[in-house]
């Protein structure tokens, strides 16, 4: 089973990917959405592992163990994450064209920056930090406060 | 080609304070109630998991009786669980929506009287019934009969 640091070092290559998708956040803003969903993700498998020892499977579990272990804050912020990723990477209408046509329409470039990662993802790391070893926390790159 | 969305309709009302949900075809539903303690493996306690899933139907139906924002909306299964999937009648993303989202996926989840229940919810924007057909498993869709309640369409229909 993965460590609490394997999970925060996948956090981290994640917010790699993350931050150099967004250097070109129009042409790549679902995909900086699809890889905040996955770093807040390891964060939030490292914070398990280090608080219960054991990782999740599936997205549901993972879901269910937020809501059910009392991690309201993380859960809410996650689940906002989660769903944008879902629509970013699964809604598509290649024929009819009508309503929701592209990811921009959903999110717009701007908010995908102030929404999904200045308020979600930031409140992730803000909520689990503390809930990670000295080391993990130590580890884990977080956004930059200037961002 | 698009995917129509086969579902079984439920119909809901007020009576006496409370939310009565009837489902359209009785046969069907019976069907996907089946289905659902099948896929959340709760054959052995199957009634208890009835009166929940029932229970989860006037829950849900509660909470959308007094939403505007919302076009449709449907409970499926999804990576092993139910999900309640609604769709918007905007297309934009809404920070608010999001959380009052959470915040029924929250209590659910979290009421005693609920505890065999495992469901996620989603928010989907506005969009054609081929694109929101991505997120229902077509051998199991339950929609409620929310349209008519607040005089919308479907996405094509009203911005076509």
């Not at chain 2, 079984?8 to 007020?14: E, F, G, H, P, Y």
């Not at chain 2, 919810?121 to 054609?128: C, N, Q, Y």
């Amino acid at each position: 089973m993965p460590k609490e640091t394997d999970h925060i070092s996948l956090a981290n290559k994640n917010h790699d990917a993350m931050m150099r998708l967004g250097q070109d956040l129009d042409r790549f803003s679902e995909w900086v959405a699809v890889t905040a969903f996955y770093k807040a993700l390891q964060i939030i498998e490292a914070m398990f592992v280090n608080q219960h020892g054991r990782c999740c499977f599936g997205h549901h579990q993972r879901l269910e163990k937020l809501k059910k272990g009392g991690y309201k804050e993380l859960y809410k912020h996650f689940r906002a994450l989660w769903s944008a990723a879902s629509i970013a990477r699964y809604l598509y209408d290649s024929e009819t064209r009508r309503g929701y046509s592209s990811f921009a329409d959903y999110l717009s470039a701007e908010k995908v920056k102030s929404i999904l990662l200045k308020r979600r993802l930031h409140a992730v790391e803000c909520n689990a930090v503390g809930l990670l070893s000295e080391k993990g926390r130590a580890l884990l790159i977080r956004l930059p406060a200037d961002f | 080609m698009t995917a129509a969305i086969t579902s079984v309709q439920l119909d809901w009302a007020m009576k006496d304070g409370l939310v009565i949900v009837t489902p359209r075809d009785q046969d069907r539903f019976i069907f996907i109630v089946r289905r659902a303690i099948e896929i959340l493996q709760q054959a052995e306690q199957a009634e208890k998991f009835e009166r929940q899933f029932n229970m989860l139907l006037r829950v849900l139906a509660e909470w959308l009786k007094d939403r505007t924002d919302i076009r449709r909306a449907f409970l499926t299964d999804r990576d092993g669980a139910l999900a309640f999937v609604v769709v918007r009648n905007s297309c934009t993303y809404d920070d608010d929506f999001e959380d009052a989202l959470s915040e029924i996926d929250f209590q659910i989840a979290n009421d005693p009287d609920l505890d065999l229940i495992k469901m996620d919810a989603i928010a989907l924007p506005s969009a054609s019934e081929s694109a929101v057909s991505a997120f229902l498993d077509p051998d199991f869709v339950l929609e409620y009969d929310h349209a008519k309640r607040n005089g919308s369409h479907l996405a094509g229909e009203q911005e076509s």
